[in-house]
């Protein structure tokens, strides 16, 4: 004999009916989500920007320094194939000096001669600067010190070029990507693109003299402090030189080398 078991059916659930004051919130609360989406949104896209423009930049200095480096190691070679010979024709040249003190037009030209060999010997001693292996220790040190020591330092220069100095320490304006920032600005004509591509280049100058290694040696130097230099144009007229150098942390990094 089976026994049949019977089972009571549930009620139907009741489904809750949305007021118009529901959905209303419903539909703020979309747009407030969509909202808080598309700001994210572009705040992302803005930081792919910056971080491929910071990107590109590393990539350009890194080919420069690269190029520098190249650029230095052949040059010291040549330098010192240069300097030993540059030696005896200065020590002949002056020997031609003392020979000649009686005759005037002779001795014009052995002091031009005298006159070629120092100049030759400035390049080659740049060059040396240029391309020797920079060891850096770093030590801690305030950086308006170091600011009025370069200005103590070019006064007479800037003296004689009728340069107005203003607000001195004053112009750097602090850290950026945990770099300190040490600044120098002016209001000149600012610098053409072609000059601003090339001026870190050895050999490269604007100037009737010089060597055309100031700036890459400048270069070297920051570079073995783990810094870069920037250059561009102000926007009100004038251009903006940076040294971006990495602080010292409270334990010193090991020795840096630009080789």
């Keep these: 004999m089976s026994t049949m078991t019977t089972s ?5 659930t009741e489904v809750p009916t949305l007021g118009i004051d529901d959905l ?20 992302l896209q803005q930081e792919v920007v910056r971080l491929k423009g910071e990107l590109a930049e ?10 520098l480096a190249a650029l230095g190691e052949m040059a010291a070679g040549i330098a010192h194939e240069v300097r030993n010979p540059l030696a005896s024709i200065g ?22 001669i005298t006159t070629a060999v120092q100049r030759i010997d400035t ?3 740049d060059i040396l600067r240029f391309a020797r292996d920079t060891t850096v220790h770093p030590q801690r040190v305030r950086a308006a010190q170091l600011i009025d020591q370069a200005l ?19 112009l750097p304006r602090g850290g950026r990507a945990e770099c300190i920032v040490l600044g120098v600005q002016d209001s000149g004509p600012g610098i053409s693109p072609e000059v601003l591509e090339r001026m870190f ?4 100058t604007t100037r009737r003299t010089g060597t055309g290694l100031g700036l890459a040696i400048v270069h070297r130097i920051v570079e073995a402090h783990g810094g870069h230099v920037a250059v561009s144009n102000r926007t ?24």
């Design 123 to 125: 390049i080659v001693r």
């Design 24 to 43: 209303r919130q419903l539909m703020r609360s979309v747009n407030e989500t969509t909202e808080r989406l598309e700001h994210t949104h572009i705040a």
């Design 58 to 67: 590393a990539n350009v200095q890194l080919h420069r320094s690269r190029s």
């Design 201 to 204: 280049n050895p050999f490269f």
């Design 91 to 112: 020590l002949y040249a002056q020997m031609l000096v003392e020979d000649l003190a009686d005759r005037p037009e002779g001795l014009r030209l052995a002091g031009r």
């Design 8 to 12: 009571t059916p549930k009620p139907p």
């Design 152 to 170: 103590e330092s070019c006064r007479t220069v800037l003296a004689d070029a009728d340069v107005a100095i203003v607000g001195g320490h004053r």
């Design 236 to 259: 009100a007229g004038g251009a903006v030189v940076e040294l971006c150098l990495p602080p010292l942390t409270a334990s010193p990094p090991e020795a840096r080398s630009t080789q």
